[in-house]
C-alpha cells in the first residue's frame, strides 16, 4: 500500500508539471523535498512517465550534487567548512555533532532517520563563520557546544511531538 502511495504522489507532481521531459529538473526536486531521497524505483517511474530513458533520468539525477539517492534525516544538517567557517574551526563542529549523535566512519545518518549530518564547501554565510544550515535555517557563530545545544532543542521537541501525538 506504501508501494502506491509513494507513485500516486509522484505521478501528481509529473502531472502537474504536464508530463514534460524538459521539466525533468524541477520535477526531481519536488519528489526529493516530498521523500528526502530520490528512490531508484522512482526514478524509474518519472522515466517511463516521461517517455525518456531511466539512463538520463539517473544521469540528471546523479550528476547534480542538490540530489541524492540515499535516504536523508528528517533533519538535514550541513556544517560549511569553507575557507572563512573552515578557518574558525568549523570541523570541531562537524566533530561534536557527530560524537553527539554517534554518527562515525562514514555514516550520514542516524539509525531512527531523524538527522543527516555533512559538510558542504560553502554555505555562502561567510560573515556567520562558523556557520549550519538545518533544512532551510541558518546557524551562525557557532561553537561545539552551541551547535549540542542546538540538536538537544530538536531531540527535545521532536520527544515532545511524539508524547503529543502518537501517545509513546
Known amino acids: 500500500m506504501e508501494t502506491i502511495r509513494k507513485f500516486e504522489r509522484v505521478l501528481e507532481i509529473v502531472e502537474q508539471n504536464k508530463r514534460q521531459p524538459s521539466r525533468l529538473i524541477p520535477i526531481l526536486q519536488e519528489v526529493q523535498t516530498e521523500y528526502r531521497y530520490l528512490p531508484e524505483e522512482v526514478l524509474t517511474f518519472i522515466a517511463t512517465s516521461l517517455g525518456i530513458s531511466p539512463a ?43 560524537k553527539k549523535l554517534k554518527l562515525h566512519d562514514g555514516k550520514e545518518t542516524t539509525d531512527d532517520m531523524l538527522f543527516t549530518v555533512e559538510t558542504v564547501n560553502c554555505l555562502g554565510a561567510c560573515g556567520l563563520a562558523p556557520a549550519m544550515v538545518i533544512n532551510e535555517e541558518v546557524f551562525g557563530q557557532l561553537t561545539p557546544e552551541k551547535a549540542e545545544r542546538i540538536i538537544d532543542g530538536i531531540i527535545e ?12
Not at 68 to 85: D, F, S
Not at 160 to 167: P, R, W
Open 56 to 98: 538520463k533520468v539517473f544521469g540528471v539525477a546523479t550528476f547534480y550534487s542538490l540530489f541524492t539517492l540515499k535516504p536523508k534525516g528528517k533533519y538535514h544538517i550541513r556544517v560549511c567548512n569553507g575557507t572563512a567557517c573552515h578557518v574558525k574551526s568549523s570541523m570541531g563542529i562537524y566533530k561534536a555533532i557527530q
Open 157 to 168: 521537541k521532536e520527544a515532545a511531538y511524539e508524547l503529543d501525538y502518537h501517545g509513546a
